[in-house]
T-cell receptor, first 117, second 114 residues
Framework: AQKITQTQPGMFVQEKEAVTLDCTYDTSDPSYGLFWYKQPSSGEMIFLIY??????QNATEGRYSLNFQKARKSANLVISASQLGDSAMYFCAMKGDSGAGSYQLTFGKGTKLSVIP | DAGITQSPRHKVTETGTPVTLRCHQTENHRYMYWYRQDPGHGLRLIHY???????DKGEVSDGYSVSRSKTEDFLLTLESATSSQTSVYFC?????????????FGDGTRLSIL
């Protein structure tokens, strides 16, 4: 079974500052992928960034980077230079490579980020 | 943006009525998924499809059925809707099922069962 834990229900960040959203995970799969999605107030789910469990380097996509610490089972999302448009719910998710759960994304409960002007 | 269209976008119906939600994709992806999103639960997989007429159950499949007669369409049916099925439903697609490809989501359908 896979589990994602996001311990921060809500976060505030000043515009132009960096912010880290926490995500810890648990899985018995030796190989897995970690994903972050953004859900603005309009409701759509937007894929942001992906990290594979065997990737040596942390993933980056523009202002998003994933701080992957495999031994700690954490996959924190870092947003640099926050913008007002970053205000949204952010979900961490994972998917294993084998077994019955390998087709399913397992999601955390999300963190609501509010960017303050 | 991935070409995924969900219809209807909003629906209000009564307990006991049948409801069908449609997901249409223009990406020719093999894999399609239905998730539901409820407060405090994130998204949970209902059913998924790995090809035409090939479907399987997800984590929360009770009370739901699906069908896929064409690559581009994946239907979710609530045979007799209950209030516990009030939720936001998301369709997702991916080129591959297993492995590390991200799933891309439609805009969601907000369903209210009164």
């Amino acid at each position: 079974a896979q589990k994602i834990t996001q311990t921060q229900p809500g976060m505030f960040v000043q515009e132009k500052e960096a912010v880290t959203l926490d995500c810890t995970y648990d899985t018995s799969d030796p190989s897995y992928g970690l994903f972050w999605y953004k859900q603005p107030s309009s409701g759509e789910m937007i894929f942001l960034i992906y990290q594979g469990s065997y990737d040596q380097q942390n993933a980056t996509e523009g202002r998003y980077s994933l701080n992957f610490q495999k031994a700690r089972k954490s996959a924190n999302l870092v947003i640099s230079a926050s913008q007002l448009g970053d205000s949204a719910m952010y979900f961490c998710a994972m998917k294993g490579d084998s077994g019955a759960g390998s087709y399913q994304l397992t999601f955390g409960k999300g963190t609501k980020l509010s960017v303050i002007p | 943006d991935a070409g995924i269209t969900q219809s209807p976008r909003h629906k209000v119906t009564e307990t006991g009525t049948p409801v069908t939600l449609r997901c249409h994709q223009t990406e020719n992806h093999r894999y399609m998924y239905w998730y539901r999103q409820d407060p405090g639960h994130g998204l949970r997989l209902i059913h998924y499809s790995y090809g035409v007429k090939d479907t399987d159950k997800g984590e929360v499949s009770d009370g739901y059925s699906v069908s896929r007669s064409k690559t581009e369409d994946f239907l979710l049916t609530l045979e007799s809707a209950t209030s516990s099925q009030t939720s936001v439903y998301f369709c997702a697609i991916s080129e591959k099922g297993q492995g590390h490809q991200p799933q891309h989501f439609g805009d969601g359908t907000r369903l209210s069962i009164l």
